[in-house]
């Protein structure tokens, strides 16, 4: 189907800032929406930011912090990761929603990166 690749995490003073990529692969046909999300140990995953055509949303605790964007030429959305705090450490998993080739038409895929650490240090 559809395959996510993140990369660009580590460990980062507070008040640093890092980016965050995510390139998707496969029998794309388009997508539709992609996003950032992070969960930290025994914690429900939340969302950190999507885009979609050219609406993005954030979740509050990052507005004004943390910027999404996309390349839709490389399926490839990022994560702009400034003034970082140490409560933003987690594991940030890439989503990305939409159609995929199947040889005989399309259907529908909803992927999962693997994630990718970011560790802020106070």
């Known amino acids: 189907q559809v395959q996510l690749v993140e990369s660009g995490g580590g460990l980062v003073q507070a008040g640093g800032s890092l980016r965050l990529s995510c390139a998707a692969s496969?029998?794309?046909?388009?997508?539709?929406?992609m996003g950032w999300y992070r969960q930290a140990p025994g914690k429900q995953r939340e969302l950190v930011a999507i885009?979609?055509?050219?609406?993005?949303t954030y979740a509050d605790s990052v507005k004004g912090r943390f910027t999404i964007s996309r390349d839709n030429a490389k399926n490839t959305v990022y994560l702009q990761m400034n003034s970082l705090k140490p409560e933003d450490t987690d594991v940030y998993s890439c989503?990305?929603?939409?159609?995929?080739?199947?040889?005989?038409?399309?259907?529908?895929?909803?992927?999962w990166g693997q994630g990718t650490q970011v560790t802020v240090s106070s």
């Open positions: 885009i979609s055509g050219g609406s993005t």
């Open positions: 989503n990305a929603e939409g159609r995929y080739y199947t040889g005989s038409g399309y259907s529908l895929f909803n992927s």
């Open positions: 496969g029998r794309i046909f388009s997508i539709n929406a």
